[in-house]
């Protein structure tokens, strides 16, 4: 027996191609709306992240000039943003948080224009703050030392007792005559360490994070590779100047990333210098190697000068910032 086919089937087919074929191109139209918004969003981000970290270098201190920084570098990258779009807020102490917020809004679509949508509104935002970190990675392995009378959280302890941009001897010699003990660290408070320990302690600075509390050893002895790795580490000099900037307030700011740069645990003077001591870490402070000045072979002396911040990169936790002393700026949303 034959079958006869319904006219009518050719005519639904036909229907139900046309629509898929439409319903095909609105998927196609949204997909490519969609990852157009996406890639200025995602730029949008990009922007925003940079210019709050930008402008967090300015904060606490200049609530205007981290404003000014973030539109400024904002702009350097084609997205205009007033002062409107930015807020200072608190963290932990005052002005130490900025928020970015950019937008576009006329952005461009293409396909929703046939549902008249010409343009969309795409936002995005950051907010980062700056803050004092509470460990240190790279520590150097040489103690500043200031007297027992000497009051870390006392307003002007770094300018009474460190006098950042005056040269300070950071290690001294035997010619120093401080009775056997140079201020040299052994900064993982074991015993034995030696010298391999304290020469990649130079070089490199210690590996393992230290807080201010931590209890350290020193280093007895005249530790007579401390110039050869030194200049290991540094390579070529750099003037002083050439690393640092100065603040409205006389504050000297590290500007460039260097080799010369270094952190110091800050330690109460020794009680007894002759040999092995326990001592506690009170402060890390930012130090710029200067000069070793030639003297007679193993008469190891490390000069340079204490300033007063430097920006430093760490994943460790941050409290409120202080005035002095070393700053991390991260993004916290």
């Keep these: 027996m034959k079958i006869k086919r319904l006219k009518s089937e050719n005519g639904v087919v036909a229907v139900i191609v046309a629509l898929s074929i439409v319903a095909l191109m609105m998927v196609t139209a949204l997909t490519i709306d969609v990852g157009s918004l996406y890639e200025e969003r995602r730029y949008l981000q990009t922007v925003a992240d ?84 509470e460990e240190v990675c790279n520590v150097v392995p040489w103690g500043a030392y200031v007297p027992k009378e000497a009051d870390v959280d006392e307003e002007g302890f770094w300018e009474d007792w460190l006098n950042p941009g005056e040269p300070k001897i950071l290690k001294f010699d035997p010619a120093g005559a401080i009775e056997g003990n140079f201020y040299a660290l052994d900064l993982d408070g074991v015993t034995g360490g030696g010298n391999p320990d304290y020469v990649d302690g130079i070089i490199n600075g210690y590996p393992m994070p230290l807080s201010v509390g931590d209890i350290i050893l020193t280093e007895p002895g005249n530790m007579a590779t401390t110039v050869s790795a030194t200049n290991t580490r540094v390579g070529v000099w750099d003037f002083f100047e050439s690393l640092v900037t100065y603040d409205e307030s006389g504050n000297i700011k590290l500007v460039k990333s260097d080799t010369q740069f270094v952190m110091v645990p800050v330690i109460y003077e020794l009680e007894d210098p002759t040999g092995l001591e326990a001592v506690e870490i009170l402060a890390f402070a930012p130090f710029i190697l200067t000069e070793i000045p030639p003297g007679p072979p193993g008469q190891a002396q490390i000069i340079g000068k204490f300033i007063h911040q430097a920006l430093i990169v760490t994943s460790g936790k941050v409290g409120g910032v202080g005035p002095v002393g070393l700053r991390v700026i991260r993004l916290t949303d």
């Design 50 to 133: 940079s210019a709050a970290l930008a402008g967090a270098q300015e904060l606490p201190e200049s609530r205007d000039d981290a404003i000014e920084v973030a539109i400024n570098y904002a702009a350097s990258h084609g997205v205009d943003i007033t002062s409107d779009d930015i807020e200072i807020s608190q963290t932990y102490v005052p002005y130490d948080t900025i928020t970015v917020e950019p937008s576009n809004p006329d952005t461009p679509v293409y396909f929703a224009k046939v549902i008249g949508i010409d343009s969309v509104n795409v936002r995005a935002d950051a907010t980062a703050m700056v803050g004092s970190p």
